[in-house]
């Protein structure tokens, strides 16, 4: 008995080591080739179909030309598309983040029921589809028939509809309607980590609200900030409900713009290159950012 | 003329009283503590004096200056948080030059004053570290000097050690005094742990349920406790209920099989309370007997079941042989060693 004990774990370790490996590997296995099936596979397919060849008669043609590829680089019509989706994303990330970062900290100084009351209307609009939001932008500034148009118009405050409906702003401002919960919460997670008695400290040694804010609060939730701007960024970049309602056929989109290639051209080549350079771009600004984040707030985030 | 008064200082929140009619008046130099359970309004206090509380009622005042006019920015008093409240995004250094920043110090100055305190706080060569990767007694010490590099009128300590293990909490303790002493700033230290505030204080405040129950020195609370509250909450402590009997020449105070002279003007029967180090095994006295008998290095416990209750009995570890348990003993005290009390209430 006792020499059974004593060799045991001399010899079965490695046995034991392959076999809890084979079960990791098991185990996963299921949802590793959920990942493969429906992510990997198609997003390989998408890469080699921008390579393929397309013709209005001819359709599809699988050759491996660089056609596509030189087109979206060389044709200043895709460049513009590219050029107003992330301008409209980094404004729309301005935009949420200063007026998402002051919400946060406001709703976390708010007392018990006041908290929950305003968290909620600020994730109630995710439960919303963000067809039906966008929809309600339309239906407040769509042209003069617009709600508050026609009241604005009527009470002769304005001589025609503000522009709103196929502009640039008007998507800015439905995006970051849309985006604004993922700042807040993004926000409201890091000053969760903020020491309560951290406010009071600095107002013991002499520091004013401003000063306060600035030197103190401020830098413990920059993180937070960043992180919910990489991901309002993301999804605002690649976002194609809200630009397709409100910029449509006039005002397009890297994602709106690939949509169209594929359903209404039936370009699929060129619509798969446009959608990888989308996909390529945004990872790189991600990674990038997300690396320059955690290196300047190294001793944040130990 | 008192440095730091609080004038029947009281605190409400809604129909809940924190604190109420609270006045101490707080020498230059001392060293006080609010010693009291949870709940006790002792951290209450304090923030009031801090300024992050607003008093109901009363006045607070330092130097005869009334405080509760004064922006808390403005107060220049130094505070120890429990959770210590260091910035995580500044180096010590930066943490401890924040409040000189604040006050307009200029750089030379401000460079020699926070190299100064480190120093002084024992954390020379620590000045480029973040909180983060210090130890729990090292960010205690960059509160600490913190706190004190902008010469605090009066230096509040909320809880500051109780985050710590307990060898380490011993040897700040004495720090704590050393530094305090070498400075002479009138500090209150908040606490529940009586031996913190005996081993620190010039005075205690013992409170409870938002009143002052006894300010003393540590030896007048411990050795003369005013209610029960205070005898309990310091120590271990033996309450008998003893009677007086007139039936003798002069007037005599009995608990069980012992007795004493009674003290003049006691009349009904009282409670007695004496430290169990108090109480001596002798040939006469209150009949016990010996349950369980624990030794603890210098001294040995004894729990007994005496003819008036359970006992407590501490004798010094002085070599001499000490009766076993199961044995029957007699529990003897000198008169001046207890302090009486009307049965049932504070005297």
């Known amino acids: 008995m006792s020499a059974a004990i004593d060799t045991a774990p001399a010899n079965p370790a490695p046995a034991a080591d392959t076999r809890d490996t084979r079960a990791a590997w098991a185990l996963t296995a299921p949802a590793l080739m959920l990942f493969v099936g429906v992510l990997l596979i198609p997003l390989a397919m998408t890469v080699m179909l921008s390579f393929h060849d397309w013709g209005q008669y001819k359709g599809i043609e699988p050759v491996f030309i660089l056609k596509n590829w030189h087109e979206v680089a060389t044709d200043p019509y ?42 909620l209307v600020i994730l109630g609009p995710l439960l919303i589809s963000v067809v039906a939001r966008t929809l309600g932008w339309a239906l407040l500034f769509g042209g003069t028939n617009g709600l508050v148009n026609k009241l604005l118009m009527s009470l002769g405050l304005i001589g025609s509809p503000v522009p709103f409906m196929f502009t640039e702003t008007g998507m800015v401002v439905a995006l970051a309607h849309v985006m604004m919960p993922f700042m807040v919460l993004s926000v409201w997670a890091a000053l969760q980590r903020v020491d309560p008695q951290i406010e009071n400290a600095a107002l013991s040694l002499g520091a004013g609200p401003l000063t306060i804010i600035r030197r103190i609060v401020l830098p413990q939730i920059m993180p937070g900030v960043l992180s919910g ?23 397009k989109v890297a994602a709106t713009l690939a949509y169209d290639e594929f359903l209404n051209t039936l370009n699929w080549p060129l619509g798969a290159a446009v959608a990888v350079l989308l996909l390529v771009a945004l990872v790189m600004i991600v990674v990038g950012s997300n690396a320059l984040i955690e290196r300047r707030y190294a001793e944040l985030f130990r | 003329m008192s440095f730091l008064e609080l004038d029947r200082v009281a ?48 006045a607070i005042r330092l130097e ?22 260091l910035f995580p995004h500044m180096t010590a250094a930066e943490n401890v030059a924040f409040g000189l920043e604040m006050r307009r110090v200029p750089r030379v100055e401000r460079d020699e004053r926070v190299r100064a305190t480190l120093a002084m706080v024992g954390l020379a060569g620590y000045e480029d570290r973040y909180p983060r990767r210090m130890s729990g007694g090292q960010q ?27 060898k380490l909490r011993e040897g700040m303790q004495i720090e704590l005094r050393q530094i305090q002493r070498n400075l002479g700033t009138t500090t209150v230290l908040v606490t529940h742990d009586q031996n913190e505030a005996m081993s ?60 004493g002279p009674a003290p003049a003007g006691v009349r009904g029967p009282v409670t007695i309370s004496i430290r169990p180090e108090r109480i001596g095994f002798g040939d006469a006295g209150l009949a016990a007997k010996i349950v369980t008998r624990i030794f603890q290095g210098n001294h040995w416990l004894f729990q007994c079941e005496s003819e008036c209750g359970p006992a407590i009995v501490i004798r010094q570890n002085d070599g001499r042989p000490q009766p076993a348990e199961g044995e029957a003993v007699r529990l003897a005290w000198r008169p001046e060693d207890m302090s009486l009390r009307d049965a049932g209430g504070p005297a």
Request: charged share 15%; proline share 5%.
């Open chain 2, 140 to 166: 205690q010490r960059v509160a600490l000097a913190r706190a004190l590099v902008i010469q605090p009128s009066v230096l509040l300590l909320d809880e500051p050690l109780s985050n710590l293990d307990a």
């Open chain 2, 200 to 259: 620190l204080s010039d005075r205690i405040v013992v409170m409870s349920q938002g009143r002052i129950e006894q300010i003393g020195t540590p030896q007048e609370t411990y050795e003369r406790p005013a209610s029960a509250f205070v005898s309990q909450f310091l120590g271990k402590t033996n309450d008998f209920t003893a009677t007086i009997d007139r039936t003798a020449v002069s007037a005599r105070l009995v608990a069980g099989s012992w007795s």
């Open chain 2, 64 to 85: 005869g200056r009334d405080l509760t006019a004064v922006q808390p920015a403005k107060r220049g008093l130094g505070i120890v948080f429990q959770s210590y409240a």
């Open chain 1, 229 to 251: 701007a990489i991901i309002v960024f993301s999804l605002s970049a690649s976002a194609f409900a809200t630009p397709a309602i409100i910029g449509g056929r006039r005002l």
């Open chain 2, 11 to 58: 605190k409400q929140f809604g129909p809940q009283t924190v604190v109420d009619d609270f006045s101490l008046a707080v020498g230059k130099g001392e060293f006080i503590s609010f010693l009291g359970p949870s709940g006790c309004g002792k951290t209450t206090t304090l923030q009031m004096i801090a300024g992050f509380l607003d008093p109901s009622r009363g």
């Open chain 1, 78 to 119: 895709f460049a513009e598309m590219f050029w107003r989706t992330f301008r409209i994303a980094l404004l729309t990330t301005l935009i949420t983040a200063v007026l998402g970062a002051p919400e946060a900290y406001i709703l976390n100084r708010m007392s018990g029921r006041w908290k929950s009351l305003f968290l």
